[in-house]
């Protein structure tokens, strides 16, 4: 595909359960993001990979985030435990390099934590 | 210093008049303002984006408009198309650690009535 792809669409997890988020990001880019989007707030940064290096993890909200990213491409966001305040949507996006501003955006993983 | 306020939360305008949105920043090491929009169950696009060092950019109907001194600037929709009802967001951005981390705005709602 053309654009950026993110899986699941949507994902229901019960409190306490670990999730993984999964971005494709465009052929090619070596850059890659993820933001979270809680209702009604902007996106929020979380981490971002230059190739596989993941130079600044200060955004990710506490340990139980993790990321990684293999081969320069697929990036798998992970939560532990999930708890209800992590209930958001998880917007992956990736750029040609990390110094292109131009941020191409996926449709977004809906998480909800009953 | 980090944040971006942006106003107002929601929008009605009617179809063929102008749409205003506005942001304002604390950071003056910001040195890009994209503007992106976002559709129900998409990722957020980008749709026009401008640098400090020129105080207006038009792109078709849109245009952003920079106040350097008053650290201001907005998105004005001329022609304002029940197509362009969608979640606009502010955003900048500045060259930190050798990435372009985008500050987000909280988002404006746009709904154009016909």
């Known amino acids: 595909g053309a654009g950026v792809s993110q899986s699941p669409s949507n994902k229901v997890t019960e409190k306490g359960k670990d999730v993984e988020l999964r971005c494709d990001p465009i052929s090619g880019h070596t850059a890659l993001y993820w933001y979270r989007q809680s209702l009604g707030q902007g996106l929020e940064f979380l981490i971002y990979?230059?190739?596989?290096?993941?130079?600044?993890k200060s955004g990710l909200p506490s340990d139980r985030f993790s990321a990684e990213r293999t081969g320069g491409s697929v990036s798998t966001l992970t939560i532990q435990r999930t708890q209800q305040e992590d209930s958001a949507v998880y917007l992956c996006a990736s750029s040609l390099w990390t110094g292109q501003e131009t941020q191409y955006f996926g449709p977004g993983t809906r998480l909800l934590v009953l | 210093q980090q944040q971006v306020k942006q106003s107002p939360q929601s929008l009605i305008v009617q179809k063929g008049g102008i749409s205003i949105i506005n942001c304002a920043y604390e950071n003056t090491a910001f040195d890009y303002f994209p503007w992106y929009q976002q559709f129900p169950g998409k990722g957020p696009a980008l749709l026009i984006a401008?640098?400090?060092?020129?105080s207006e950019k038009k792109e078709g109907r849109f245009t952003i408009s920079f106040n350097k001194s008053a650290k201001q600037f907005s998105l004005h929709i001329m022609d304002s198309q029940p197509g362009d009802s969608a979640t606009y967001f502010c955003?900048?951005?500045?060259?930190?650690?050798?990435?372009?981390?985008?500050?987000f705005g909280t988002g404006t709602r746009l709904l154009v009535s016909p």
């Open positions: 401008i640098r400090p060092d020129v």
């Open positions: 990979f230059q190739g596989n290096s993941a130079p600044d």
């Open positions: 955003a900048a951005s500045m060259r930190d650690t050798g990435f372009q981390k985008l500050v």
